[in-house]
Every structure is written in structure tokens, then in C-alpha cells.
């Protein structure tokens, strides 16, 4: 099999996943803490993901940050996992808003949360029209 043939063959067996995290406007609601980010969907999960634009300061106070993502094919989106990995200070991050986009096909959480220092939280994902994440911008 020629290195064109096999590099078709894991783009047809794995996704791009795009997502979008839109952390609360409100005091203290950033973090500069790691946040390991995993999908799940109807016939799998990924792998935890490290959620981190380098020379970026991610997650802060009423901002929005995307974050490519190649993975396996996991069905339909069903939740995701997140964990908040203490690192320098005992804070909260709040989350206003994630939205997952794979192909033309949109999920997002319903509601805002709290995400506090090294436990998972696991959030419920629903459908969303196309023109949502645009929507969502910056």
C-alpha cells in the first residue's frame, strides 16, 4: 500500500472534530489550569485530549477558544468528559457554552457549569442547526 493509499485510509477512518469552548463572562470564571477534553458518541469515545492553543492564553474570562481534534469515527455525539487539572491555584472554570462541529453535523451543552480542580464532569450534548456555530463566533 503506497503512503497516499494508507493516509486515505485513516482520514476515512477517523473524523475532524472541531470545538468550540466559550468560558463565562464573569469574575473569576477563567483558568489557566490544563483541561483534558474527551467525545463521547454512540460507538466509542476518543482518547482524552489536552485542550491547549500554543502561545495562546486559553480560557479566559468571556472568550471563545477553538480546538482541532482528529480522532476515531465515535457515531453519533452523545456527551463529553472534561477534566480540570489543578496546576497553579485552587480555582473554578465556568463554562458558558461547548459546541462540537464534525462535518455538517453540530452538538453543543445545554447549560453552563462549573468545572472545579481535578474531577471530571461529564455534559450531555444535543443537536444543533449548521448555522449555530457560525453564530457563535469570536
Known sequence: MSDDEKKQKIERETKKYTIRIRTADQRFAGTDDRIMFQIVGSVGKTIFMDLNNSMHNDFERGKVDDFQMRAACVGDLESVNIQKLHQIVADKWIVARIIIKCG??????????TVVKDEM????LSRMCPDSFENESK
Request: charged share 0%; with cysteine; glycine share 0%.
Open 121 to 124: 464532569v461529564n455534559l450531555p
Open 104 to 113: 455538517p453535523s453540530i452538538w453543543c451543552t445545554p447549560n453552563s457549569l
